[in-house]
T-cell receptor, first 116, second 112 residues
Framework: NAGVMQNPRHLVRRRGQEARLRCSPMKGHSHVYWYRQLPEEGLKFMVYLQKENIIDESGMPKERFSAEFPKEGPSILRIQQVVRGDSAAYFC??????????????FGQGTRLTVV | KNQVEQSPQSLIILEGKNCTLQCNYTVSPFSNLRWYKQDTGRGPVSLTIMTFSENTKSNGRYTATLDADTKQSSLHITASQLSDSASYICVVSNTGFQKLVFGTGTRLLVSP
């Protein structure tokens, strides 16, 4: 049972390009969470998705950022027209049940986005 | 404002020694507190989860304590090993996994 898989591990984009980050949850997990970690800062919640539904996107910037978790395939975090400030590590976590306070979730290894 | 503060920011200890990391939080309402270990270039890995009613929880050489009255937690590592070199992150939850508040971590270096 593979863990949470994120790809690519490293992504370099020029300003103005689009970045697509993928997250395949653990087998049997239908809940996915995306977090962003800026240099020297703690992880910050971005968005929580179940299959085909966005449950909570309160941490995601309203512009340029979008997320989906289709019925088939991985969850995708999409950043349009990237800017230097988008450079960060993006982590995905998955859990088998609803996002209760004591939910145990497992993190992927992250995608490090560098905007040049 | 919900915040989690950790100290020290970084720590160097000799292999085999013990150490204690501190965490203070102002998250409210409080549901549980977690400690994660994050190796360089990796995702966080859960060490312990403690609810309001738990004062201490152990996971091998890691022992976490929680004082919900003073809103403080500590993580004690005994007989440190080189593989313990990592960032240790204190995380407080109130209303669901998506509402976790992360500290910035303590960077621990275990030196031979």
């Amino acid at each position: 049972n593979a863990g949470v898989m994120q790809n690519p591990r490293h992504l370099v984009r020029r300003r103005g390009q689009e970045a697509r980050l993928r997250c395949s949850p653990m087998k049997g997990h239908s809940h996915v969470y995306w977090y962003r970690q800026l240099p020297e800062e703690g992880l910050k919640f971005m968005v929580y998705l179940q299959k085909e539904n966005i449950i909570d996107e309160s941490g995601m910037p309203k512009e340029r950022f979008s997320a989906e978790f289709p019925k088939e395939g991985p969850s995708i975090l999409r950043i349009q027209q990237v800017v230097r400030g988008d450079s960060a590590a993006y982590f995905c976590a998955s859990s088998p049940q609803a996002g209760r306070a004591d939910t145990e979730a497992f993190f992927g290894q992250g995608t490090r986005l560098t905007v040049v | 404002k919900n915040q989690v503060e950790q100290s020290p920011q970084s720590l160097i200890i000799l292999e085999g020694k013990n150490c204690t990391l501190q965490c203070n939080y102002t998250v409210s309402p409080f549901s549980n507190l977690r400690w994660y270990k994050q190796d360089t270039g990796r995702g966080p890995v859960s060490l312990t989860i403690m609810t309001f009613s738990e004062n201490t929880k152990s996971n091998g050489r890691y022992t976490a304590t929680l004082d919900a009255d003073t809103k403080q937690s500590s993580l004690h590592i005994t007989a440190s090993q080189l593989s313990d070199s990592a960032s240790y992150i204190c995380v407080v939850s109130n209303t669901g996994f998506q509402k976790l508040v992360f500290g910035t971590g303590t960077r621990l270096l275990v030196s031979p």
